[in-house]
């Protein structure tokens, strides 16, 4: 089956056992959720399931109860993506797109021909920046681009 022209990813990291009830707003359209890790308690993956059974999680550091693995290498329309909760000192040479969380501030940029994308955090912000969560969009004919939306 073919990748959708049209695809929208919701990317959220850092909800460190708080829910924003506005996440569940922003992202009742999306066709997939990723998590970047620090979720700390399953009842904040149990709402965003409850948004969209295709939910996809890597581990933080403080993720210590939960079954997920630290670091993940998918593939959407293309595009490889690398997703992991900390930034590694080295860029991965198997990827397009590397999404992090950690810092608890977005970031959006390309560094070494990786496109580096934090959608900030959904729980606590971090030296003043705003909470906040992220998009990968997907048009028709076009590579996936970042939007970002505080929360």
Not at 75 to 93: N, Q, T
Request: glycine share 8%; hydrophobic share 40%; aromatic share 8%.
């Amino acid at each position: 089956m073919p990748f959708p022209q049209n695809y929208r990813i919701g990317v959220v990291a850092d909800t460190h056992d708080r829910w924003v009830p506005r996440v569940g707003e922003l992202f009742k359209e999306v066709d997939e959720i990723w998590h970047l890790g620090d979720v700390c308690n399953e009842e904040i993956l149990e709402e965003l399931r409850a948004i969209n059974s295709k939910l996809t999680v890597v581990l933080g550091n403080n993720d210590f109860h939960l079954d997920f693995p630290i670091s993940l290498n998918l593939e959407r329309g293309g595009e490889r993506f690398h997703l992991i909760h900390i930034l590694p000192k080295r860029m991965p040479s198997d990827c397009q797109w590397l999404l992090f969380g950690h810092t608890h501030r977005p970031l959006d940029e390309i560094h070494e021909g990786v496109h580096l994308f934090n959608p900030g955090s959904a729980g606590r912000a971090n030296k003043g920046a705003p909470l906040s969560v992220g998009f990968l969009v997907r048009e028709k004919g076009k590579k996936f681009r970042v939007e970002k939306v505080l929360l």
